[in-house]
């Protein structure tokens, strides 16, 4: 593992050749946060005594690159299928870094004139791909070592001396990442619509910084005018909460709920098990809506009918008779 005066002294060097550069420490090296934020609002890189001092403070950060602050795109490969695949779609670069798995690797190109969206390619082309892109984007870079392994990243082609000399990423190798919808959202109904968003983009996303990236993208190019960066940020770190919580539930279709009695009850019943929760799916109609507490919009001949309540108790068991009799 690299000593804490060699790390600032790495890092250094690359803020020296016009790199932008700032600390990793979270998530075994590999993500900022914690450390800097709102770098997607920076109109310059950070000045050379203040990455001095964020690296001195922080002996075993990993380097990270902001690839959109360095007039970068960098393609991130998980596996050697997905390297072989990227080399062909977007060409050869002399430029390539090995990650600490041994598998896959960073794809080194110049950032074109035209804004380059950040992208998973998991989910629109099926492939182990993430194109690095803009100014919220960022991978670790030589000679960073991940602390839980002490495997460094190191270039498997090239060198920082070959920057110059790159390639410039074509966005028209590049099919657009599908977005829930192709018209421009408007005021009134931008939050619900990118809150939507984060909910599908997020079980695709490792950590929120990732989600984070996709929410802004999107907001840049559906949301007229887009919402403030701050905003999108919390439309963001809400919808990650779900997916750490387990309660997203955006793209599982319906579903329905059981009280913990009732299932203890009906436990060694199959049969009744079953027909409990086809009323339940037939009556409550739950959609897979973020936040809605499963609990709320119980249908009433669940429960028992209050006194008083006739009309309710006559709805209820008709209900039921539908339900059971041969007639329909």
Partial sequence: MMSGPAVVDAALQLHDIGLAVVPAVARDGKSVHGIVKGFQKWRRRLPRPKVDELFRTRHEACIALLVGHCGLVVVDCDDDDALAIA?????YTP????????????LYYRAPTEPVRAANLRKSHGLEIDIKAGKGAYVIAPPSVRPSTGTAYRFERGGWSDLAALPTFQISTMT???????????????????FRCALAY?????????????VFAINEAKCNPPLPWDEAERVAESA???QVAGQNRVG??????????????????????????????????LQALPGRNPGLGRAR????????????????????????SPSG
């Fill in 252 to 285: 599982r279709g319906r579903y329905v709920t059981t009280p913990e009695a009732l299932f203890e009850r009906l436990m060694d019943a199959p049969d009744a098990f079953a027909l409990d929760m086809r009323m339940r799916l037939t009556h409550e109609g």
């Fill in 87 to 91: 080399e062909r779609r977007f060409g």
């Fill in 301 to 324: 001949y669940l429960e028992p009918p209050e006194a008083g309540r006739p009309r309710s108790r006559r709805r209820s068991s008709v209900r039921v008779r539908r339900l059971f």
């Fill in 240 to 242: 990650w909460r779900y």
């Fill in 95 to 106: 430029i390539l870094v090995q990650t600490p798995t041994g598998r896959g690797g960073h």
């Fill in 176 to 194: 657009p990442v599908t977005i829930a919808s192709s018209r421009p959202t408007n005021e009134g109904g931008r939050n619900d619509y990118l």
């Fill in 202 to 214: 997020a079980r695709d996303c490792e950590t929120g910084e990732e989600l984070s990236l996709k």
